[in-house]
């Protein structure tokens, strides 16, 4: 919990550096994340997001386009945790109905770990892959997903156990 406390103080100091326009150029979202692994242990996620402010396949329904999300991850087991961060880009079809847009995502990410075990999981290597597919709606600056999550090396280390993740998140944009 003291990792998670002193990310969310470094980042928060870092936003006091930069004035909002400045800011609004490299973030214009924040997401909280609560979800489990299929082994119960429980996630935690706070991620910064910033939309790709493009548009591809265009149709009268919908339009693809995403973001990229930098995280701050915690995992907690009984008395065992493990700390991450993350980087992802996310890209997402989104069917328009104009504030109200479901959507479907996928992205495949990199990831750093504080400790290459959790619970009965050697995880093989602290850097792992953060792969994601999930369905979510936006209406105005909120953004509410469920997702399907799975970290592990790739097996380019072993043992490459890896980790199952479903998770809700809660977004706002700025």
Known sequence: MKKILLAIMIISSSFALLNAKDLKE???????????????????RLGLRKDFNSKWLVSKNGYLSGYYE??????????????????SPVFAY???????KPYVEAGIGV???SKNHIKTRNLGSR?????????GIRY??????????????????DPNMGIDIFIGSVSYKF
Do not use: P
Not at 140 to 157: E, I, T, W
């Open 140 to 157: 105005k600056n909120f953004d509410f997903s469920f997702r399907y999550m799975h970290y592990s090396n790739a097996g380019l280390k």
């Open 26 to 44: 490299y973030i214009d979202g924040i997401t909280l994340s609560i979800g489990q692994s299929k082994d119960d242990i429980d996630i935690y």
């Open 94 to 100: 989104y069917l328009d109905f104009g504030d109200f």
């Open 70 to 87: 930098l995280s701050a991850n915690y995992w907690k087991w009984k008395s065992e945790s493990n700390f991450g961060i993350a980087l």
């Open 111 to 113: 990831s750093y770990w």
């Open 127 to 135: 850097y792992h892959f953060e792969d994601r597919i999930g369905v």
